[in-house]
């Protein structure tokens, strides 16, 4: 059955929810750049297997959602998009605690959440999150970019992403729901402005949460995983870096490893304790 909340402004976010019998607790995802929530197969699968729900939806201009492919006008709408995403996990399951991954730009989102609201979750995960301006936008080429966006919002710019996304990209590149270029506005507001708002407010962010990264990630350098490890400013925080995974570590073959850190990681959060906990 398709599902889609219809937002403030008008546009539909398609979502999917799978939520096991004898749930402990609920996590919503943020997918990454240019891709879309049935990448999150596995996942929903193993965190399931697990007794946690999952609430998965295509990003604003992504997937099957109604809005313009590739296109978004602010970084901040992402965010109220989540928000509306929590309000509505939170109506279905209101006494079910609450949980946010976020992957790649995913986890940009989840940051940017975490900072203008700090309140509504119980913690959150980050894999391969992109929270700072990436080598390819560092410095005047990323003010470059910002410059030109003024003129051509509209420009597309080719998603590159594929050949260093992780070990195995075959289904990445296959995937016709994958976007293949984006609007220059989706770019700056993504790897520029909003890179540089969490920048600027890293301070702020005080939530419970598991920060994982990919030692070989080509995308999204493993120092920018120090990076906001080291800034945020909760006393509840752990970084983990897995040796010789890329970019995607949850569709790594080692993947299992990773899905085991985050579950167990949400299980201590919530006193939640199985007997036996293997994959």
């Known amino acids: 059955m398709e599902n889609f909340l219809e937002c403030r402004d008008g546009i539909k976010l398609f979502y999917k929810r799978d939520i096991p019998e004898g749930a402990i607790a609920n996590i919503i995802i943020n997918h990454g750049f240019a891709e879309h929530c049935d990448r999150y197969d596995y996942v929903t699968k193993k965190f399931n297997q697990e007794k946690i729900g999952v609430y998965r939806y295509d990003l604003r201009g992504h997937g099957r959602s109604k809005s313009k492919k590739g296109d978004i006008k602010s970084f901040m709408d992402f965010v ?19 949980f946010m991954l976020g992957h790649n730009m995913g986890g940009f989102i989840t940051c ?5 609201y700090p309140s509504r979750l119980e913690g959150q995960i980050f894999s391969g999150a992109a929270v700072k301006r990436l080598p390819q936008v ?3 080429k990323g003010d470059l970019y910002k410059l030109i966006n003024i003129f051509l919002p509209k420009m597309k710019i080719k998603n590159q992403l594929s050949k260093d996304v992780c070990s195995v990209v075959e289904d990445y590149e296959k995937d016709p729901l994958v976007l293949e ?4 506005n989706l770019y700056v507001q993504f790897l520029v402005k909003g890179v540089d ?9 005080n939530y419970p949460c598991l920060i994982t990264h990919g030692e070989k990630d080509k995308i999204v350098p493993k120092e920018i995983a120090i990076y906001l490890y080291n800034s945020i400013s909760s006393d509840k925080k752990e970084i983990k870096i897995y040796d010789d995974l890329y970019h995607e570590i949850l569709n790594e073959k080692e993947k299992d490893k990773v899905l085991s850190d985050m579950i167990n990681w949400i299980y201590k959060k919530t006193n939640s304790y199985p007997m036996e906990y293997l994959f």
Do not use: C, F
Not at 88 to 94: F, G, I, N, R, S
Not at 197 to 205: G, M, P, T, V
């Open 112 to 116: 940017l959440y975490g900072i203008k």
């Open 80 to 98: 109220n998009d989540g928000d509306e995403m929590v309000s509505l996990a939170k109506e279905e399951y209101p006494e079910m605690p609450l």
């Open 181 to 184: 270029q984006v609007t220059l």
């Open 138 to 140: 560092e410095g005047i």
């Open 197 to 205: 708002w969490i920048e600027e407010n890293i301070e702020k962010y």
